[in-house]
């Protein structure tokens, strides 16, 4: 270990890149093949199980259930809420078709152009338009009241300048959303 610590990048030259390696080092995670994206190794994602649990238990003692939502969300949904979106709008992934054929020409697979969606789907950055579309079913007077919901998941923010476990393509995420 002493010897892997040596090769370390020194902090006070490139922090990014010590973050990065040490890491890296400890076994945490590592890039993915997609770029931005990572792989939680086994002791890394020992400790978002840790932290999930704690917080977990702390919501619940709350009142707080957890709840999923999906990861698709209408584009249509933030357009109603474009200001809400307008901070991360240039990080949305989009889904446009849902289906792949094989290329006539046998070079893999291509998207299928009959299979466009008639609503293109944004990839969850964050689930509020989603959540709130939900709820408004969900509340016909204020004896449905309170909903105390929590959502454990994953969100796609096609990020700029990714480094692992702090700025990530996808990442796992909590959020609670009470009315």
């Not at 400790?47 to 698709?72: C, S, V």
């Not at 700029?160 to 996808?170: H, K």
Request: hydrophobic content about 40%; aromatic content about 12%.
């Amino acid at each position: 270990m002493a010897k892997e610590l040596k090769d370390l990048t020194k902090s006070d030259e490139n922090y990014s890149q010590w973050y990065n390696d040490l890491v890296v080092k400890a076994g945490l995670a590592e890039n993915s093949a997609v770029r931005g994206c990572m792989v939680i190794k086994p002791y890394g994602y020992a400790i978002w199980e840790k932290m999930h649990d704690a917080l977990d238990r702390m919501f619940k003692e709350t009142g707080h259930q957890n709840a999923y939502f999906p990861l698709f969300i209408p584009k249509s949904f933030f357009s109603k809420e474009a200001h809400h979106v307008e901070g991360f709008a240039k990080e949305c992934a989009v889904v446009t078709h849902y289906r792949l054929k094989n290329d006539p020409e046998g070079k893999g697979v291509v998207v299928d152009p009959d299979a466009k969606l008639e609503e293109e789907l944004i990839v969850r950055p964050t689930s509020e338009t989603i959540i709130w579309n939900t709820y408004k079913n969900w509340i016909q007077s204020y004896r449905d009241l309170p909903i105390l919901c929590n959502q454990w998941a994953n969100v796609v923010r096609w990020e700029m300048r990714t480094r692992l476990f702090l700025r990530t393509a996808e990442f796992l995420w909590q959020e609670g959303h009470t009315a």
